[in-house]
């Protein structure tokens, strides 16, 4: 997600500047124009007849009708040749614009953005690029190679005017490609914030891979989307608006999933479904107990609700099933071991289909400017509602759960120190 904000949000200022330029030519020209108009007319006021009683004498209203029709004809004048220059850059000069303003957002990102042709309209603020590409081979957070057939934007001419990122629709169809996650990024900081009224994404497939996880092999998760739209989608709030302002369909590591979200009251309700979703998967994105499981999948329903206000809160009531799961004792930590094995037992003894179910309640806040939903806490919160769920089911007592807590959240202060050496 950081890596998407950020190149978007260089984009979006890309193809402003492209527009601000293709603007401003024709508006020089217009205003030039309007100002030759102005001074021939001057000098024809100031000339041999300057001083006839038929000139000097008083203002007459056909004297003010023949002023206002030379005005009106200079401003006539200045808007037709302000439409003939947008129209010639329109025409002629656009692609050109384009590839000067992305060959910035190379030098400030380390992503190369090329297209094959641009199809513009500066008077309704449309744009549409074909064959466009993303690359970004070398880079400490991320590195991707990405494609999409088409990529079409709908900008306000008045925030064009204002210099204002926000976008009527942005719509990405056909994508292709790989994301690689180098390190994890806990906070985004695009160049220029924006907002997206309508944001648009159909017939993607990408594999993400991910090898920051030191303690377990490199991940590579397969995202097909049939279709996801967000609405509003803002650079800001990224990852909420996508978690739960969305409507998409589509499959993970060739499993269908589904977000469905709809206006309820003065906030939003949203179901995220996932059938036959491999352990293995759910666990590179979660961890926690399902790292205990070698095989098997799960079923999830996610009902999420939350209000506008001051102090958002967001309540998420999980059912979860899992199935056909095998589970291998955490190797780590005395506590761990000892609470681990009365959970790998049971879930190994139901483990032909063991249902669970656990509720969250998140601030919304820890969403702001988030990275990603792991940076926001979504997956360590519900790994530790999970872990506490299996641990109820096995008959685990509490206390002794509280100390498996204490000393995950020991190990990780222990982690982060040897990381900030």
């Not at 260089?10 to 102005?38: K, M, R």
């Not at 040749?81 to 380390?110: H, K, Q, Y």
């Not at 906030?267 to 491999?278: D, F, I, N, V």
């Amino acid at each position: 997600m950081e890596a998407f904000v950020l190149v978007i949000g260089d984009f979006l200022v890309a193809a402003l500047a492209a527009g601000a330029a293709a603007l401003v030519g024709p508006a020089i020209l217009a205003v030039g124009g309007a100002g030759s108009v102005i001074a021939r007319i001057a000098r024809r006021r100031s000339g041999p007849d300057a001083r006839s009683p038929e000139v000097s004498g008083p203002i007459t209203p056909r004297r003010t009708r023949r002023w206002g029709r030379r005005a009106t004809f200079a401003v006539f004048a200045a808007g037709a040749m302000a439409t003939v220059g947008i129209l010639i850059v329109n025409l002629f000069l656009v692609e050109s614009l384009l590839r000067w303003a992305l060959e910035g957002v190379r030098e400030r990102t380390g992503a190369e953005v090329t297209f094959g042709a641009a199809d513009a309209n500066l008077f309704t603020g449309r744009l549409t690029l074909e064959g466009l590409t993303l690359r970004r081979p070398r880079h400490a957070t991320s590195q991707f190679d990405l494609r999409a057939d088409a990529c079409t934007l709908n900008l306000s001419m008045t925030d064009l005017l204002l210099w204002r990122v926000n976008l009527d629709e942005l719509a990405i169809r056909g994508v292709r490609g790989q994301f690689e996650r180098v390190r994890k990024v806990e906070r985004m900081a695009p160049r220029r914030e924006f907002e997206i009224e309508r944001l648009t994404l159909e017939d993607a497939d990408v594999v993400f891979n991910d090898a920051t996880d030191d303690d377990g092999p490199p991940v590579a998760i397969a995202l097909h989307v049939d279709q996801l739209c967000t609405s509003p989608f803002a650079s800001r709030w990224a990852v909420f608006d996508t978690l739960f302002r969305s409507n998409a369909n589509g499959a993970i590591d060739g499993q269908p999933f589904a977000i469905e979200s709809r206006p309820a009251g003065d906030g939003r309700e949203t179901h995220w479904t996932a059938r036959s979703l491999p352990i293995t998967t759910a666990a590179a994105v979660i961890g926690g107990p399902l790292s205990w499981m070698k095989r098997g999948v799960m079923d999830v329903d996610v009902t999420d609700r939350w209000q506008r206000g001051g102090g958002t809160r967001i309540e998420l009531d999980y059912r979860i099933v899992l199935r056909d799961v095998e589970a291998v004792t955490p190797a780590r930590g005395a506590v761990l071991r000892g609470v681990g094995e009365r959970i790998v037992t049971y879930v190994n003894e139901h483990g032909a289909e063991l249902p669970l179910a656990f509720t969250l309640t998140l601030d919304q806040g820890r969403f702001e400017a988030a990275a990603s939903p792991e940076a926001a806490g979504l997956g360590a919160a519900a790994a530790d509602a999970l872990l506490a769920a299996l641990a109820d089911a096995a008959g685990v007592p509490g206390a002794r759960l509280r100390e498996l807590s204490d000393e995950a959240t020991d190990r990780a202060k222990r982690l982060l120190k040897r990381e900030r050496r």
